[in-house]
């Protein structure tokens, strides 16, 4: 067991000094891909939140992510002096706002309906960002430019610069994942398990059961709505594809193929994830066949998702099986 | 003594079924209390209207002063009422610590706590661990509540009930599917851990209900049949021809 939280220690370093690096190892272009990675990690870390830990299957996640989105490109787009942090915060507030608002509404359906009643939800954004073309301009979307970051000390930092949006990205991505992490070993973050366990046992020892989860969605909301900020700001553009269903689709796929049992499982799809579709992308436009099977596979025959897998080969590397399953 | 629990006239109506027909009851504060009667005779139900997890469809429930009728289930249960199920109802993958941790975050008030680590809380480490001890399951502390035998979970549930130290603790069959030895144990470990404490528990076993119970209260299709010690009831003709039958239960087997 030491010796195990060694070598995850090790990789853990090994990684955060790959990530530090990334910018003099990668060529731009896989910068970009890995700034993405880091936007959609946070995204999937925060639905699983929800799903993982809350026991919340949130079928309309999307919304959480495009209002957060939108909150950002019209904060960009309308007041271009707002310092970049402040337009962030408000789109992660935005986020959460719409799980408040989504939540208050579904929170007491109980399992499919639940699920079903957030995807209605975020059809109704869906079709608000698409028709209210007055503020949202449709699908044919708003163009920003990316603001400079004010950082007291460095003066005005360029986030045209690709290394530069890159190391903001990961410092904020990062410290979000490891404060979630932290949350989690609250008071707070174990009643959000206890009511995913039972409701009816932590409702009859004093736990209210539906604040819990519009605590657990709202944090989710946060979450996502700050990666949909990011996703924003890399992208310089925004059309109604970051608000529909298959922003909740992506985020579900990434989450259950890394595995939802494990804090990091989520991350560990996103990175296979987008890996896999840039991949399969330059290959065939079909790439969707691909991440479907893939998606059809897991359920079936990896319940645990991918990080079962590394589980598993820890435990026999690191000789714990000792000869047997 | 002064009256714990009082219903009042309560009815209980599922979408045309009465399942219960104007109840009357009063629980004394510090008697241990047993409800018995017939399958069906909306024992489960009352147990489920006085901790809120339905409504009467008239009358009212009174727990001291309080009209508690309306009130959502955490509110009644803060307010020191605290249930067992029949069916055991605990967080099944979690350890027996950790099943018993939240309950005694949740009586310590930090449930919303978020900017401590549960893990680092002396307090509540504290008070968890001499809960397990109460109910027993040192042995098991960090076993998964699931993997439990059923007995043990039957103990880990009573555990939980007790966890908020409540003025008035309610059991749900606490014996139910239990054979007659872990039945004696339980029995045992229900008396010390409710002293002085006020005990209402439903059971079907009369042989437990008649060592534990300081009075009976006899439910039949609804209704209250009738109620009083236990010598009392077993006199009861009426509660004889509907449940009793002609055994008799020794009563001094304390």
């Known amino acids: ?325 | 003594m002064t009256t714990l629990l009082r219903i009042q006239d309560v009815y209980k109506n599922f979408s045309g079924t009465e399942v219960l027909n104007g109840v009357n009851l009063e629980i004394k504060s510090g008697e241990r209390h047993a409800i018995i009667g017939p399958n069906g005779a909306g024992k489960s139900t009352l147990f489920n209207l006085i901790t809120g997890l339905y409504k009467p469809t008239r009358g009212k429930i009174f727990f001291g002063e309080q009209d508690i009728t309306d009130w959502p289930i955490r509110r009644i249960c803060r307010l020191g009422l605290a249930r067992s199920f029949q069916i055991t109802n605990i967080f099944p993958k979690m350890t027996v610590y950790e099943n018993v941790r939240n309950a005694i975050v949740s009586k310590v008030n930090n449930r919303y706590a978020c900017l401590t680590f549960l893990d680092r809380n002396k307090r509540i480490e504290e008070q968890s661990d001499q809960l397990v001890s109460l109910v027993n399951l040192d042995s098991v502390r960090n076993s998964a509540a699931a993997e439990l035998s059923y007995g043990m979970q039957r103990q880990l549930e009573l555990g939980l009930t007790l966890a908020l130290d409540p003025v008035l603790v309610m059991l749900d069959e606490p014996t139910s599917g239990f054979n007659r030895e872990d039945s004696h144990k339980m029995v045992t470990l229900i008396k010390e851990v409710t002293n002085n404490r006020t005990l209402l528990m439903v059971e079907h076993d009369m042989e437990v209900v008649f060592k534990l119970a300081d009075r009976i209260t006899v439910l039949s299709y609804g209704r209250v049949l009738a109620s009083g010690t236990p010598d009392e009831i077993q006199e009861n003709e009426e509660v004889r021809k509907a449940y009793l039958g002609k055994h008799t239960y020794d009563t001094k087997a304390k």
């Open chain 1, 1 to 325: 067991m030491k010796r195990g939280r060694m070598y995850q220690w090790l990789l853990a370093v090994a990684i955060f000094i790959f990530l530090l690096l990334v910018p003099r190892l990668l060529p731009e272009i896989k910068i970009h891909l890995v700034i993405e990675i880091l936007i959609f990690a946070l995204f999937a870390v925060s639905f699983n939140l929800a799903y993982g830990y809350g026991g919340l299957l949130v079928f309309g996640f999307g919304a959480f992510f495009g209002t957060g989105a939108y909150a950002a490109a019209l904060a960009f787009k309308f007041f271009p002096a707002l310092p970049l942090l402040l337009a962030l915060s408000i789109a992660a507030l935005s986020g959460l706002a719409a799980a408040v608002f989504i939540g208050s509404l579904t929170a007491r359906l109980k399992g499919a309906y639940f699920s079903i009643g957030t995807f209605a939800f975020q059809m109704f954004f869906y079709a608000v960002a698409l028709k209210w073309r007055s503020v949202t301009n449709g699908d044919d979307g708003i163009g920003i430019t990316r603001p400079d970051l004010y950082l007291p000390g460095l003066g005005q930092v360029s986030m045209m610069n690709t290394n530069n949006l890159y190391y903001f990205t990961l410092i904020v991505v990062s410290l979000c994942i490891i404060g979630t992490y932290l949350f989690l070993k609250t008071p707070l973050g174990n009643s959000m398990v206890c009511v995913r366990e039972s409701e009816s046992r932590a409702a009859f020892l004093g736990y209210n059961v539906f604040l819990t989860k519009i605590i657990t969605l709202s944090t989710g909301g946060f979450l996502a709505g700050l990666a949909g900020g990011f996703f924003v700001l890399f992208n310089e553009f925004i059309a109604t594809n970051c608000i529909d269903f298959s922003m909740s689709f992506t985020v579900t796929l990434m989450a259950v193929i890394g595995g939802t049992g494990h804090f990091l499982g989520p991350v560990l799809g996103t990175v296979f994830y987008v890996v896999i579709q840039d991949w399969l992308a330059a290959l065939t436009q079909r790439w969707w066949i691909v991440m479907g099977s893939l998606f059809i596979f897991v359920v079936l025959y990896m319940p645990g998702g991918l990080v079962s897998f590394f589980q598993f080969r820890k435990k026999s590397l690191f000789g714990r099986f000792r000869g047997q399953k």
